[in-house]
């Protein structure tokens, strides 16, 4: 079992940045590829970012690429997700997740979620 909590969300001013932590515990946290999905008032749940077990590899959502940036510290079983020049869109609860050793997009192949955090952007 992996346990991930979710923090930093807020209110925040287009243009303005955020960082949101996730904190994960339980098995051995680096054994995991880990992800960002949101999901926008009425919308499904959606793929933002990804980043491999050793942290070597990344991959973006298009609408957040060059925005956001996602990282992760294996001796503190954090992941980060760095959010820049938000715009009104991203308007959405964020949600941190643990999946398979490889990067992945794919919500079905993520075990683990957390409860997520909100994040909203004012135009």
């Known amino acids: 079992q992996v346990q991930l909590v979710e923090s930093g969300g807020g209110l925040v001013q287009a243009g303005g940045s955020l960082r949101l932590s996730c904190a994960a515990s339980?098995?051995?946290?680096?054994?995991?590829?880990m992800g960002w999905f949101r999901q926008a008032p009425g919308k499904e749940r959606e793929f933002v970012a990804t980043?491999?077990?050793?942290?070597?590899?990344?991959y973006y959502a298009d609408s957040v690429k060059g925005r956001f940036t996602i990282s992760r510290d294996n001796t503190k079983n954090m992941v980060y997700l760095e959010m820049n020049s938000l715009k009104p869109e991203d308007t959405a609860v964020y949600f941190c997740a643990a999946g398979p050793r490889d990067i992945a997009t794919i919500q079905t192949e993520y075990g683990y979620w957390g409860q997520g955090t909100q994040v909203t952007v004012s135009s």
């Open positions: 339980g098995r051995t946290f680096s054994g995991y590829c």
């Open positions: 980043i491999s077990w050793s942290g070597g590899v990344t």
